[in-house]
C-alpha cells in the first residue's frame, strides 16, 4: 500500500467538486500537503548480524533499502498516516525479512533470541491501532518480518469443511484459492482488500457479513505457530474439553506470544444467490431493538448493519427517498447469501419479522450501493485529509441492555472532546442474542496539532467505554493505542495472566514488544 495513504494507489480518488462544497461550509477547507522525500533513520543492523538471516531465508528476501522499510512503518490508523504524511519515519524498521515457511520463521526467530532483535510479525500492514510500532530501547535492531511469500493454500477438506491457509494470504487471495474448490470463507472486513489471513486470526478480525458467517477466531479450528520457545501445533478436533482452548492464546495474540504460520478455518459454499436491501428505521433505538429481536429470534441475515441518523444522513446521496429530507430516519441494510431456496426463505422470515416491528421496506437500491462502496471509505479519509478534515473511527462491544448508555455516553464524550462543530456518527454492524457493536467515526476540522486533537478524544471516548463497562474493543485489536484501558477491562490478575504467558512463549520479549501486553 501507500506509504502516505490508504490502499492501492490506482484506486485513490480526490474529492468531486460537489462535495468540495460541503465539505468547505461545514469544516472549511485547507490545503494539507504530504510531506515528500522523507527517508527512513539508517539501519541499526550491520552486515555481520544481517548475514546471519540472509543465510536463513536467501540475501535476496532481506531488505534493507529505504523504500521497503518506509513501506513497512507503521499501520494505518488516522496518526500513522499523519506521521507518514509529516515525513516522520522514524519507525521504520532496520530490514524487512520475508521467510518461506514454519521452519524459516522459527529459523528467523532463533537467530532474533539470540542477538536480541525485535521481531514485529507483517501482514497487509492494515492495523489502526499501533499495532506495528513495536518498542525499540533495549533492543540491538527491529525487523519487520513480512509474511508476503506464505501465500499457499495447504489443504481443503470438503468432507469436514475446513481449509488449510498460510498466513501472508490476503483476502482476495484467499477467496479466489477456495473459490477454485467451490468454497468461500465468508469473512470481508472493510480492510478485506489489503489484509491478509494471518492479521484476521492475531487480531480476532470480524468482517461485514459475520452475522451470517460469524467471527474470524470463530472460523478457526486449528493453527500452528511458531515461538522463541518451540512450536505450537493446536487443534485436533472441532471441540474438546482437554483443558482450556489454547488457540485463544494465539488468536488476538498481534504477534506478541507468537508467529501464526497456518489456520485451519471452517469454509462454506459458495453461494448461488446474493441479495441485499435497505429498511428505514424511524430512530436509532428502534433499529437496534430490531436488531435484537432477530438475533434473539435465530434470524439473522448474512449481513446486518444499522446507522445512526447522523451517519444515514451523511451517508446517504438523497435523503429524502427513504423519509424526508429532514428527517431520514436510520438506514438497516440487510443481505442474505446461499442457495435460492435458502435465499428465499430466510428473506422471507427477516422481512416478516422487520414489518412486524415497524421497519420499512427500501427495496434494492440501498442495499447495492453499500455493496458497492463497502471498501471505498478509507480512501475517503484521504481525501478528506488532504483538505484539512481529521477523520478517524474507534468501536466497542457491550450487551443490548447496556447499548444505550454506551451510545450516548461515547458520543457525548467525543463531543466534547473534539468542541464545536464535529461530526460523530455511528453504526452496529456486529451483533449477537447478548449483545452488539458500536462502531463511531468522527470528523472535524484539524487544529495545529491533529495527532495530539484525536489523542485527547480518543482517550476520553476510551474512558467512557470503560466506565461504561464495555469492551475497550471488539474488533480493531489493543495495539499500542488500547493498552491502558486493556489493563483496566481484563485486572491485575488478568495483567499477570498476560505477562506470564509472554514470558513462557517469549523469554526475551522479542516479539512486538510494547503491543498488547500491559
Not at 448474512?302 to 430516519?329: C, F, H, K, Q, Y
Not at 452496529?428 to 495530539?452: K, M, N, W
Not at 476510551?462 to 495495539?479: E, P, Q
Request: proline share 6%.
Amino acid at each position: 500500500m501507500h506509504p502516505q495513504r490508504w490502499g492501492d494507489p490506482a484506486a485513490a480518488t480526490a474529492l468531486p467538486e460537489s462535495a468540495l462544497g460541503l465539505v468547505d461550509l461545514a469544516f472549511g477547507l485547507q490545503d494539507r500537503p504530504a510531506a515528500t522525500g522523507a527517508t527512513p533513520p539508517p539501519s541499526a543492523l550491520d552486515d555481520v548480524l544481517l548475514d546471519g538471516l540472509r543465510g536463513i531465508v536467501g540475501a535476496e528476501h532481506v531488505l534493507v533499502d529505504d523504500a521497503t522499510r518506509a513501506l513497512r512503518t507503521r499501520g494505518k490508523s488516522t496518526p500513522d498516516l499523519l506521521r507518514a504524511r509529516a515525513g516522520d519515519l522514524a519507525d521504520a524498521p532496520d530490514a524487512v525479512v520475508r521467510p518461506d515457511g514454519h521452519a524459516e520463521v522459527e529459523a528467523v526467530l532463533a537467530w532474533a533470541h539470540e542477538h536480541r532483535v525485535a521481531v514485529v510479525p507483517f501482514g497487509g500492514g492494515t492495523c489502526v491501532t499501533g499495532g506495528l510500532a513495536a518498542r525499540r530501547d533495549g533492543f540491538a535492531g527491529l525487523v519487520s518480518l513480512d509474511l508476503v511469500r506464505m501465500k499457499r493454500l495447504l489443504a481443503v477438506d470438503d468432507v469436514s469443511m475446513t481449509a488449510t491457509l498460510q498466513p501472508g494470504l490476503r483476502g482476495p487471495e484467499a477467496e479466489a484459492l477456495l473459490a477454485a474448490h467451490g468454497l468461500t470463507l465468508g469473512h470481508f472486513p472493510q480492510s478485506f482488500e489489503h489484509a491478509s489471513i494471518g492479521g484476521f486470526a492475531a487480531t480476532r478480525s470480524s468482517g461485514q457479513s459475520s452475522a451470517g458467517y460469524g467471527r474470524f477466531d470463530a472460523m478457526v479450528v486449528g493453527l500452528t505457530a511458531a515461538t522463541p520457545t518451540g512450536p505450537l501445533d493446536l487443534g485436533s478436533a472441532p471441540a474438546n474439553a482437554a483443558g482450556p482452548d489454547l488457540r485463544q492464546l494465539l488468536l488476538g495474540s498481534e504477534g506478541a506470544f507468537g508467529v501464526i504460520t497456518s489456520v485451519t478455518v471452517r469454509v462454506r459454499r459458495l453461494p448461488e444467490v446474493r441479495a441485499y436491501e435497505g429498511w428505514r428505521w424511524p430512530s436509532f433505538d428502534a433499529g437496534s431493538d430490531a436488531m435484537r429481536t432477530l438475533a434473539q429470534a435465530g434470524l439473522l441475515p448474512t449481513v446486518l448493519r444499522l446507522s445512526d441518523e447522523s451517519e444515514t444522513a451523511i451517508n446517504l446521496a438523497d435523503p429524502s427517498s427513504i423519509g424526508g429530507a429532514d428527517d431520514p430516519g436510520c438506514l438497516m441494510v440487510t443481505g442474505y447469501e446461499g442457495t435460492g431456496e435458502q435465499v428465499a426463505a430466510r428473506r422471507d422470515a427477516v422481512t416478516a419479522a422487520l414489518t412486524r416491528l415497524g421497519g420499512t421496506p427500501l427495496g434494492t437500491e440501498p442495499g447495492d450501493k453499500w455493496v458497492q462502496g463497502r471498501f471505498h471509505a478509507p480512501y475517503l479519509r484521504d481525501a478528506l485529509l488532504d483538505h484539512g478534515v481529521l477523520v478517524e473511527t474507534l468501536e466497542t462491544a457491550t450487551f443490548w441492555s447496556n447499548r444505550g448508555r454506551l451510545y450516548a455516553d461515547v458520543k457525548a464524550a467525543l463531543t466534547g472532546a473534539l468542541g464545536e462543530g464535529a461530526l460523530v456518527l455511528c453504526h452496529v454492524s456486529h451483533v449477537y442474542e447478548t449483545g452488539c457493536s458500536l462502531y463511531f467515526t468522527v470528523a472535524v476540522r484539524q487544529g495545529d496539532d491533529p495527532i495530539a486533537q484525536w489523542q485527547a478524544a480518543k482517550a476520553a471516548a476510551s474512558d467512557a467505554i470503560i466506565a461504561a463497562g464495555a469492551t475497550i474493543t471488539h474488533h480493531h485489536a489493543v495495539g499500542t493505542d488500547h493498552r491502558p484501558w486493556f489493563a483496566e477491562e481484563v485486572g491485575e490478575v488478568g495483567v499477570r495472566v498476560l505477562r506470564a504467558v509472554k514470558a513462557e512463549l517469549d523469554p526475551a520479549g522479542i516479539l512486538n514488544p510494547g503491543v498488547l501486553v500491559p
